[in-house]
């Protein structure tokens, strides 16, 4: 770019503007911020990711990912069968990194709010606060494959206890109320979560959710389940 190109500035919590480069140097580029723009790329309903974290560099590319399908929070989590163990200085070392990784994919997609990346934790810990509240209004499912219930029969259940179903318009509707419906989706590392794991969140109160008869990667379920709730409730 050069001096008179125009880029877009967002500040990751929502607000976007429209600006001009004005100086274009090796280490410094000075633009004159112009006016606000309307950027209104988030999902309707939120949506957080409980992972355990696949090692390597498929943690990296399931940040990426799942910022462009619009996830709102990731959850980064230590499991029984977890391959990659992180803790201390280096555990936060990681999440800076995949923070960073979230606000370069928002570059990328468009989107004007950045995903909270969390600090690591255990399964265990997180289920025990967090993860085992029995919080109103939000939904909580299990990447199972168990006996579970299929994605879309459990999401027309979430519908219905709003008693106002998707198709009529009731997820836009707590939308346009600033009350977007909340979604929390727990999946396992590599080997998935052990049966101790999975009994532990069901008796918590989470739901037993199916994506189909594959066996997914553990870096593959979590964007697979946002994929969907983007194709059921963006219109």
Same mark, same amino acid.
């Given at each position: ?7 877009? !500035?967002?500040?990751? *919590? ?6 001009? %480069?004005?100086?274009?140097?090796? +280490? ?16 309707? %309903?939120e949506v957080t990711l409980a992972m355990g974290m ?7 590319? $399931?940040?990426?990912?799942?910022? &462009?399908?619009? %996830? ?11 391959? =990659? ?7 936060? +070392? ?12 928002? &570059? ?14 255990? !399964? ?25 219930v299929s994605v879309q029969d459990w999401l027309d259940?979430a519908d219905a206890v709003t008693n106002e179903p ?10 346009? +109320? ?18 101790? &794991? &999975? ?16 066996? =997914?990667? *553990?870096?593959?379920?979590? !964007?697979?389940? $946002? ?9």
């Amino acid at each position: 770019m050069q001096p008179g190109a125009v880029v877009h !500035l967002f500040d990751g *919590a929502g607000r976007t503007w429209e600006a001009t %480069v004005t100086e274009m140097g090796r +280490k410094v580029v000075t633009v004159e911020v112009g006016a606000a723009v309307a950027n209104d790329r988030e999902l309707p %309903v939120e949506v957080t990711l409980a992972m355990g974290m696949p090692a390597n560099d498929r943690m990296d590319a $399931l940040v990426e990912k799942a910022a &462009e399908l619009g %996830v709102g929070v990731i959850q980064p989590l230590v499991c029984e069968r977890s391959v =990659l163990r992180l803790d201390g200085e280096r555990a936060a +070392k990681k999440v800076a990194h995949w923070q960073a990784v979230a606000v370069a994919a928002c &570059e990328q997609s468009g989107r004007a709010v950045v995903p909270t990346v969390r600090p690591v934790s255990s !399964l265990a810990s997180w289920l025990s606060s967090e993860g085992g509240a029995a919080l109103g209004g939000v939904h909580r499912g299990v990447l199972s494959l168990r006996e579970a219930v299929s994605v879309q029969d459990w999401l027309d259940q979430a519908d219905a206890v709003t008693n106002e179903p998707a198709s009529q318009g009731g997820v836009q509707a707590c939308a346009d +109320k600033g009350q977007r419906r909340r979604f929390v989706f727990l999946s396992g590392p590599e080997g998935g979560l052990s049966p101790q &794991e &999975e009994s532990a969140a069901l008796g918590a109160g989470w739901s037993a959710v199916s994506l189909g008869r594959r066996v =997914l990667r *553990a870096d593959t379920a979590p !964007l697979a389940v $946002l994929s969907v709730i983007g194709a059921r409730y963006e219109r």
